[in-house]
């Protein structure tokens, strides 16, 4: 027998289609109930319907919006059904995404009866002090990027003598391809509201503020609906004082994900950073002392205050306990959100999770655009600050792209660069100039003109904008440069000596060739040509050429090929 019918409606499903298949269930089912609900992580098979059954629950993947396909979910067709890897629910441990998915992400009543708020009316019994020492026995740890110890820093704002207080949650997710915060404020946003207001009542904050990016208006849509449920079910009264919450749309500069950038753009100024000390946590919004965490850690948060501190702790690894979030992308089988213990190796999360076949990624890039790049040959490394460290990369908010074998080390590195650097505020002169002269330094290797004297002025450069960036953007922009010239430094010495690009991905070093032994001549090339480089004799002039590849992916014999050429 059907019960409820569940559909994936956060960004990943709606950009695949859930809203067509959404109304196509409620018209064919009228008699059922059609549910909207978060993101369960796999993106890669979405949209994703889930019927309640008197038996159980059945999952239905990639859903077409038709009549006959939707016809067939709702007979329970089992051809059309959802059977994912089974490494990968070996390999996860769903804690703080454990209801996403699985409930309306904007019903309170639906968030409460499976727990929410719990954690909230034990911290009200609770001493704020005791509150603190919860959250530090616990050992959690900032996941915003840093993991710095989150007891420590609500310690710290607790013993601040003022009037007002200010909690910020920092939910400015500009890390290309990272939306675990995103997933997380779509699908529960009770949870992360639940954290705030423990962290409130733990801190003696008397306001607290969202700084969520604008790009992300679903987000922003159920965290102001969800904020408005907790005004009128009176949740956001603490010990007699109402703590207002209020959402803050930011215009997506990279660098306000440095909180006292962030705290300069909340307050209505250019988001770039400031000195520190004072900390925020002394003068922070509007000079009063002010506490920042990002949206994975105020999840965490409630877990904490229901199941207790030991058990947050028992999971994951010496001084990094819980769980983390990834953001999984790049040359993967199953990309999307996975929910991972502290301390998995990189190789569970590449090739049991991922999906990845063996052998067939070169290298992850994990921490963001400023993070480091990993070669396969430390995918037994665990993921935890300390082993990321060790190799030059870092947590950050939980970006992981895998690399695969085809891809090319240098190019890649440059392109986060090329990102940090045009996302630089440019107060600082080590982050402003140093990282737009690195960029030139690669600019040169890629198009074949850079020498050897490069690779060791780009290391010693690299190390100086650590050193004296004002930030944290400045002080991790030169991560993937120099881990990819520790690791991959063969790559660079083939760019810069031999003036060959080995993964054929720098455009400057290739040359596009068509073999005439398996040509047919049938002249789709030449007709799918943007800038008329291909001669009837089917030759191609390179001079001309851009390398857009479309004759390579048109060509129906696989004659046309990239081959080492370009700048001699």
């Avoid at 319907?49 to 239905?60: K, L, N, P, W």
């Avoid at 922003?220 to 207002?244: F, M």
């Avoid at 290797?445 to 190390?463: A, F, Y």
Wanted: hydrophobic share 40%; proline share 6%; charged share 20%.
């Amino acid at each position: 027998m059907i019960g409820r019918i569940k559909v994936g409606m956060a960004s990943c499903g709606i950009a695949a289609g859930a809203s067509e298949v959404r109304d196509l269930i409620a018209a064919l089912a009228p008699e059922h109930e059609v549910v909207d609900v978060g993101c369960i992580g796999h993106c890669y098979a979405e949209p994703l319907v889930e019927i309640e059954t008197s038996d159980g629950s059945v999952f239905f993947h990639s859903v077409e919006p038709t009549t006959p396909y939707v016809q067939r979910v709702l007979a329970l067709d089992p051809s059309v059904q959802f059977a994912p890897p089974g490494e990968r629910h070996q390999c996860e441990s769903l804690h703080v995404t454990a209801l996403a998915g699985q409930i309306v992400p904007v019903s309170l009543p639906e968030y409460r009866a499976n727990g929410g708020y719990e954690g909230l009316l034990r911290a009200l019994e609770m001493d704020p002090d005791q509150v603190v020492e919860m959250i530090r026995a616990s050992g959690l740890r900032g996941r915003g990027g840093g993991g710095f110890p989150t007891g420590v820093k609500w310690a710290l704002m607790a013993a601040q003598e003022a009037r007002h207080k200010v909690l910020i949650c920092n939910a400015d997710e500009g890390d290309p391809g990272a939306f675990m915060d995103r997933s997380l404020m779509e699908s529960l946003p009770h949870q992360m509201l639940e954290g705030m207001l423990i962290a409130a009542h733990a801190t003696g904050a008397t306001e607290a503020y969202i700084y969520c990016r604008a790009e992300y208006p679903l987000a922003v849509k159920h965290l102001q609906v969800a904020i408005d449920q907790i005004e009128t079910a009176q949740l956001n009264i603490l010990g007699g004082r109402r703590v207002p919450m209020r959402v803050k749309e930011g215009a997506g500069a990279f660098v306000c994900g440095e909180e006292t950038a962030l705290i300069h753009s909340l307050e209505g100024k250019r988001g770039t950073p400031r000195f520190r000390p004072p900390y925020p946590t002394e003068e922070g919004y509007k000079g009063f002392p002010s506490m920042i965490n990002n949206v994975e850690t105020f999840a965490n948060v409630p877990l904490i205050l229901r199941r207790g501190a030991e058990r947050f702790a028992d999971v994951g690894v010496d001084d990094s306990t819980g769980t983390k979030l990834f953001a999984l992308a790049g040359d993967l089988e199953y990309p999307g959100l996975v929910e991972v213990p502290m301390g998995l190796t990189i190789h569970d999360v590449v090739h049991r999770i991922g999906g990845a076949r063996e052998g067939s990624v070169k290298a992850i890039q994990i921490g963001g655009p400023s993070g480091g790049c990993i070669p396969a040959e430390h995918f037994d490394a665990s993921i935890d600050y300390d082993s990321l460290g060790a190799l030059g990369a870092i947590m950050g908010s939980g970006g992981l792209i895998a690399i695969g074998q085809h891809r090319c080390m240098v190019k890649t590195a440059r392109y986060f660069l090329d990102f940090t650097t045009k996302e630089s505020c440019g107060k600082c002169v080590f982050c402003r100039v140093g990282t737009t002269r690195m960029l030139e330094y690669m600019d040169a290797i890629v198009t074949g003109n850079g020498t050897e004297e490069d690779l060791e002025r780009l290391e010693d450069l690299g190390t100086k904008v650590i050193r004296g960036s004002l930030c944290g953007l400045g002080q991790t922009a030169p991560g993937p440069i120099l881990s990819t010239l520790r690791f991959f430094r063969d790559e660079y010495l083939a760019h810069v000596r031999d003036g060959v690009c080995p993964a054929l991905e720098c455009d400057p070093l290739v040359d596009v060739i068509i073999d005439s032994e398996p040509c047919i001549e049938c002249g789709a090339c030449i007709r799918v040509c943007p800038v008329d480089a291909i001669s009837e004799e089917f030759e191609v002039d390179n001079s001309v050429c851009t390398r857009c590849n479309s004759c390579i992916e048109i060509c129906p014999v696989e004659a046309v090929s990239r081959v080492s050429g370009g700048t001699d």
